[in-house]
């Protein structure tokens, strides 16, 4: 084990990472946004200007941590969790059919009690699967390896297994709301940097937003708790994989009936309904027994 010296200047050193980054974002979120009004976008028009910001946050931030991680020092744990070999192609497997069947099963009965309905024109829109598949392979690898490979790993250095389980996910779900905002057209201009963050803070007023952070705590934790059993990254990438096309596909084939209340299955995020969290709480469940069942196995 390293010195505690060395492990608290790692976490020092993520901590400043994180809060660069978003200073970073905010220098080029004006140029980034001029440049993307040049191009030409399709029927889902241009992103919103809080979720270009969200991007080039993430971005610097995982720019930062490339940068300095001989300070932070999570490369041994990095490369341990990525680890490609058949135990990997398992875990990988397994995370994917965890997360797609349960919300297979989740839209089933929603659609059968009429909460969600079908949507006739869904094949017409099929060619949009390979690149929801493609996004998912990017985001699932790319966020895990930031968020359980680097932060999830550094924290469990300095704080041990649970507080790092909780402070990572709760840094996973405080994230996710900077982007949400989708009524802000992108635009190249520093006024749009004080809406990005006013948007941001005035959204936890909002019952749903509140909803949406729940939901992303429990999937951080149910990732967290997959990469800490596994010993390995892939587990919580094939889950990540799995909700994330299921979330990106879930347009095509399903619509909201608006005389249910998305208290009850949450909205297209697929995260900020009640009977959802109880999934979630499913899924946690499992993956922490079949995880368990597993290492015994192979020890």
Not at 103 to 113: C, D, F, H, Q
Request: charged share 15%; proline share 5%.
């Amino acid at each position: 084990m390293a010195p505690r010296s060395t492990r608290s200047s790692g976490l020092g050193t993520l901590l400043l990472a994180v809060l660069t980054a978003p200073l970073v974002a905010a220098a080029l979120l004006p140029a980034v946004c001029y440049l993307l009004g040049f191009l030409s976008w399709g029927e889902d028009g241009p992103p919103s200007t809080g979720r270009v910001f969200a991007r080039l946050a993430v971005f610097s931030f995982i720019l930062a941590v490339g940068l300095l991680h001989r300070r932070i020092g999570y490369a041994p744990a990095l490369r341990a969790g990525l680890r490609w070999d058949a135990r990997g192609r398992r875990q990988l497997a397994q995370g994917i059919a965890l997360a797609f069947l349960p919300m297979l099963g989740l839209a089933l009965a929603a659609v059968a009690l009429g909460a969600w309905r079908w949507l006739p024109q869904a094949l017409e829109k099929m060619a949009r699967l390979p690149g929801y598949f493609a996004s998912a392979v990017i985001i699932s690898v790319l966020e895990e390896m930031l968020f359980r490979g680097v932060i999830l790993s550094t924290l469990r250095r300095t704080w041990g297994v649970v507080a790092a389980v909780l402070v990572s996910a709760l840094f996973f779900a405080l994230l996710h709301p900077l982007g949400s905002p989708e009524d802000t057209p992108v635009r190249a201009s520093w006024s749009a940097l004080a809406a990005i963050f006013s948007g941001y803070l005035a959204a936890f007023a909002e019952p749903l937003v509140l909803r949406q952070i729940v939901g992303y705590f429990l999937v951080g934790v149910i990732l967290a708790v997959a990469t800490v059993r596994s010993g390995r990254l892939w587990y919580a990438v094939g889950l990540h994989f799995g909700w994330v096309f299921f979330i990106r596909a879930d347009g095509l084939f399903l619509s909201r009936n608006p005389a249910w209340s998305s208290l009850y299955f949450g909205n297209n995020r697929l995260v900020d309904g009640v009977l959802i969290w109880f999934f979630l709480l499913l899924v946690l469940i499992l993956v922490d027994r079949m995880s368990r069942k597993q290492s015994a196995m192979e020890s």
